[in-house]
Nanobody
């Protein structure tokens, strides 16, 4: 079974920074292909913010390029989302998301519980 636990959300002023963490609990029967960060603002659909693959490749939504960086520490089973130059429109619940394959080559996806980021003065 794969479980994701996010942390690091909170209140930050516009222009500030915040780092989110996602702890990945995964058994050996699972191969994670990519770890994503999604966000959902009030009244809006959930959107993909950033992705990091098992090979280390990253990509970002246009709205966060140059401001957000995702990285992973495989030794600690952690994925990070470093958010700089935060704007009020970045306010949302941020979710960690994993996709991969089981040992029997069945695909899976897992969501974390989410962490709230509020950007406000």
């Amino acid at each position: 079974q794969v479980q994701l636990v996010e942390s690091g959300g909170g209140l930050v002023q516009p222009g500030g920074s915040l780092r989110l963490s996602c702890t990945v609990f995964s058994g050996r029967s699972f191969s994670i292909n990519a770890l994503d960060w999604y966000r959902q603002a009030p009244g809006k659909e959930r959107e993909l913010v950033a992705r990091i693959t098992s090979g280390g490749s990253t990509n970002y939504a246009d709205s966060v390029k140059g401001r957000f960086t995702t990285s992973r520490d495989n030794a600690k089973n952690l994925v990070y989302l470093q958010m700089n130059s935060l704007k009020p429109e970045d306010t949302a619940v941020y979710y960690c998301h994993a996709v991969g394959l089981t040992v029997t080559f069945t695909s899976f996806e897992v969501w974390g519980q989410g962490t709230l980021v509020t950007v406000s003065s």
